[in-house]
């Protein structure tokens, strides 16, 4: 690594504009994978019990999935699914959602998070389940409700927030897009040995260069405000 972008969750995002390649509902999948380091555990700007979305396509009646992050100070009690604890602390979610955005599935990990630390995540869907990784590893799948049928929305693609009502502190680098759930044999190589999938590619944002360009087709993104750090 030579360079990553810093986001300082307050105002710093990046935008790609909307397109098909992006939905779930394309070819029946999709994966997203991202490192990111959250630089703090409290984000300056969160919403809801204590929460950003630092990665993620939706807005008002247009949502179609998102990345979110709860912080240390959370309020969110946990659900009964959750084994690790009375919060939501340091939980990284995977989000597919009807379009009203009423209705949703996600698949997460919660773990002790620690600020400054790089971590792997991937978030992949079919037409059945989300699926959620960590460093290559599968860490949860969660089944749609009958009553859950994503679709194509209108919504850009946004880095470092989803509508802009949070915003993520810490550094996202080497986004990448593919209009098929991957495998996890795939995922687990993807981390380990930097073996990136090239079928169903449809989007790569390494983020090392001082501009947001898709180097795997032409979903060029926008930078709105940060700044480069070196990467380790």
């Known amino acids: 690594m030579t360079a990553s972008l810093l ?14 390649d992006f939905s779930v509902v394309t070819t029946g999948g999709l994966t997203i994978s991202a490192w990111m380091r959250p630089d703090v555990l409290t984000f300056p700007t969160e919403e809801g019990a204590g929460y950003v979305h630092w990665l993620g ?11 979110r992050m709860y912080g240390a100070d959370t309020t969110a009690p946990a659900d009964t699914r959750d084994p690790q604890g009375p919060t939501r602390s340091g939980r990284i979610s995977f989000y597919v959602f009807n379009l009203d955005g009423g209705l949703g599935v996600g698949s997460y990990f919660q773990d002790v998070l ?4 790089w971590i792997h995540v991937v978030g992949a869907a079919d037409t059945s389940n989300t699926y959620i990784y960590r460093d290559g590893m599968l860490r949860k799948i969660e089944q749609y409700l009958p009553n859950i049928t994503p679709a194509h929305g209108s919504a850009n693609l946004r880095i470092g927030t989803r509508d802009l009502q949070s915003f993520f502190k810490g550094a996202i680098r080497e986004v990448r897009i593919w209009s098929r759930c991957l495998q996890e044999s795939e995922v687990a190589a993807l981390h ?20 947001a360009v898709d180097s795997a087709g032409s979903h060029n993104g926008n930078i709105l405000s940060g700044s480069w750090v070196s990467a380790s």
């Open 57 to 67: 396509k939706g807005e008002a009646e247009q949502q179609e999935w998102t990345f």
């Open 192 to 211: 380990g040995n930097g073996v990136v999938p090239l079928a169903g590619l449809v989007a790569e944002y390494l983020l090392s260069q001082d501009m």
């Open 114 to 117: 620690a600020a400054g630390t």
């Open 7 to 20: 986001f300082d969750g307050i105002q710093t995002y990046i935008e790609v504009p909307d397109s098909a």
